[in-house]
């Protein structure tokens, strides 16, 4: 599904330079749920912008799905963005004047679907998040939770190979974090590929697979056991 | 390339952005229906300064003669100058490559009856050379030409205003009127651009008035164009030695001011067309200023605008917006809301020239009107300014990365 080789990456800090990956080798089969963790400055959230080609390394290989991502131009980028992965974020990255439908129905727009199709797979989308009663709300309108819910339905919409998640619970409460998981978990266990990058440890144990990082080297790689989220909910 | 989703996703944006699209309108709307009131006002004073000498034609000399005020050649002051016939013919002698039309004029005032109407008015007795000093159409019938003058025929060429008075809805042309008892026939019906004034009079031969009114070969006044082939100085020069000369025939003294006048229009245009000149300068300026100031406003909220997009061009970005797209929704968007709010502009400055016509009257604004090929090019301007402005930090937009541009402030 995903394998990455000898990943470097440094960021121009004046005159210096800052290396912030040195070397990683991940490769991550379909149907895992692999949750990337380490302080602030290990490197991961770099390290997943460059998997989810929002940044581009220096050096190293990086093969998504067989197909090498090197060299990429602007235009191509976006269609591979479009058409592997999905994204959640943090701070949930919803364009604020779009109706929850809308933003859901955005990444279909970029496929180049017909708009009854899109609004079709949007509700679907939401409706699996439990949302459909909310699809003409605005983002500012719903509360964190359901704002995430939107978020991941918008990253569903497209059917993507791997779902990317930038701490999707770091700006949630403990009750709607688990809810998120609990969510995610069920993805998961339909099959889809999903990356986190959290620092919780409780959040991590929720995956089926924890890689540490620390000063941009992986420090350890285990499969864990799989804490359910629903006993919490 | 029309392409229904993309003017969806630019009316969305729009709409839910109001103040934003009001404000970057607002800039254009303002520097396009300033242009159009400031254009509209300068126009307005070229137009009466235009309106000012349409009457006659602009390389009129005329020349008239009073009393002296100077004692010259021998001869007491307080003599009277009378110009005749032989005079006119001297100047067209004398001047005969540099006179392009030349008549005499006398003054009558006359009561004018036809049958029951009747009227006071004021008859121009001419030469038929009159008729293209004063820019005289003639509607119906003919003007005073050579045969009438040779044999002092009673005819007369009358005003559109002057048919209508005393002929009411009837044809004038070939019926007689009676100017102080005297029967005339009705040869022409003329109108003229100068004015009412102008349409309420009545032209006769020269010779007729001559005889009939004093049986002399006095005349009133000499009337005649250069040749408009002279340049201003030349006609000013000419208009100097013509002045010289008759002051010569005449043995008045050459400080005399009062007993031969000659009033030439070349200096009065060279005037006219100077202040046009300038006012057209000032039209430029003012045109380059406001739409310079339109420019730089468009610049502003471009940049403005494509700085408070970062975060939402780096979520499409996310989402597989190609740089393309990302381009061509801003710059839809600015040119969109630019022609709209040019034309709504637009309306706005020709509408409060309109309501302001009257009042700009009293200042000497006549008729203050923007052609729209100018407007038009001006709000087109504005157009591809905000597009070349927009398009840069657009372009700009659309090669941040996404991670940059989705960084948490």
């Known amino acids: ?233 | 390339m029309f392409d229904r989703d993309l003017w969806r996703e630019i009316f969305q944006s729009i709409n839910m952005n109001k103040t934003r699209s009001l404000l970057s309108g607002f800039t254009v709307a303002f520097a396009i229906s300033l242009f159009a009131i400031l254009f509209g006002i300068v126009n307005g004073l070229v137009n009466t300064f235009d309106t000012a000498f349409v009457d006659d034609a602009s390389n009129s000399i005329f020349i008239n003669s009073g009393t002296t005020s100077k004692a010259s050649n021998g001869l007491q002051a307080g003599r009277r100058i009378q110009f005749r016939n032989e005079d006119q013919d001297w100047v067209k002698e004398e001047f005969d490559d540099k006179v392009q039309y030349i008549t005499s004029r006398k003054y009558l005032n006359v009561t004018a009856s036809f049958r029951n109407e009747k009227n006071n008015y004021t008859v121009r007795a001419v030469n038929p050379d009159h008729q293209y000093l004063e820019n005289t159409n003639v509607n119906y019938g003919r003007y005073v030409n050579e045969s009438d003058i040779k044999n002092k025929t009673k005819v007369v060429v009358i005003g559109r205003l002057v048919e209508e008075d005393l002929f009411l809805k009837t044809t004038a042309v070939g019926k007689y009127i009676n100017l102080n008892g005297i029967q005339y026939k009705v040869v022409g019906v003329f109108s003229d651009d100068g004015g009412d004034n102008e349409e309420r009079l009545i032209y006769m031969p020269i010779s007729t008035a001559q005889q009939i009114y004093g049986n002399n070969d006095y005349v009133d006044q000499i009337n005649l164009t250069y040749n408009p082939e002279l340049d201003f100085d030349a006609a000013i020069g000419f208009g100097n030695m013509l002045e010289k000369k008759l002051k010569n025939r005449f043995m008045v003294s050459q400080n005399d001011q009062r007993a031969i006048r000659v009033r030439n229009l070349a200096s009065e245009t060279q005037i006219v067309n100077q202040m046009t000149g300038g006012l057209g300068v000032m039209v430029l300026v003012i045109g380059f200023g406001t739409l310079i100031a339109g420019i730089v406003g468009i610049s502003n909220m471009m940049i403005f605008i494509v700085k408070e997009r970062t975060k939402e061009i780096g979520i499409r970005k996310a989402l597989g917006a190609s740089p393309k797209s990302i381009v061509s929704i801003i710059l839809l968007e600015s040119i969109l809301i630019t022609i709209i709010a040019g034309f709504l502009g637009l309306l706005l400055g020709m509408g409060i020239l309109e309501l302001a016509k009257p009042t700009l009257e009293d200042f000497f604004i006549t008729n203050p009107s923007v052609s729209w090929t100018i407007v038009n090019s001006a709000l087109f301007t504005l157009i591809l300014a905000g597009a070349i402005a927009g398009y840069l930090p657009a372009k700009k937009a659309s090669r941040i990365k996404p991670i940059v541009a989705l960084r948490d402030d």
Not at chain 1, 108 to 131: M, N
Not at chain 1, 157 to 162: D, F, G, V
Not at chain 1, 190 to 214: P, Q, W, Y
């Open chain 1, 1 to 233: 599904m995903l394998k990455i080789s000898k990943l470097h990456k440094s960021y121009p800090i004046g005159d210096s330079s800052l290396h912030v990956l040195k070397g990683i080798d991940l490769s991550v089969e379909a149907g895992e749920m692999v949750a990337i963790m380490g302080s602030s400055g290990s490197g991961k959230s770099t390290l997943l912008n460059i998997i989810g080609m929002l940044d581009e390394a220096d050096e190293g290989e990086y093969i998504l799905d067989n197909v090498p991502i090197k060299n990429l131009t602007e235009k191509k980028a976006a269609i591979y963005r479009n058409k592997f992965l999905g994204f959640i974020f943090q701070s949930f990255n919803l364009i604020n004047y779009k109706s929850a439908l809308d933003n859901v129905a955005l990444p279909l727009y970029y496929q180049g679907l017909k708009r009854k199709e899109r609004i079709e797979k949007a509700l679907f989308h939401l409706e699996k998040v439990g949302l459909r009663d909310w699809a003409t709300h605005l983002p500012n309108e719903l509360s964190g939770g359901q704002k995430q819910r939107v978020a991941i339905a918008r990253a569903l919409a497209a059917n993507p190979k791997l779902l990317l998640a930038d701490e999707p619970t770091g700006a949630l409460d403990t009750t709607t974090s688990y809810e998120i998981m609990d969510f995610i978990q069920s993805l998961n266990d339909e099959g889809k590929t999903i990356l986190m990058v959290t620092h919780e440890e409780d959040i991590a144990n929720m995956c089926k697979r924890i890689v540490r990082l620390k000063d941009g080297v992986i420090m350890e790689d285990v499969f864990v056991n799989q804490v359910r989220a629903s006993q919490y909910v």
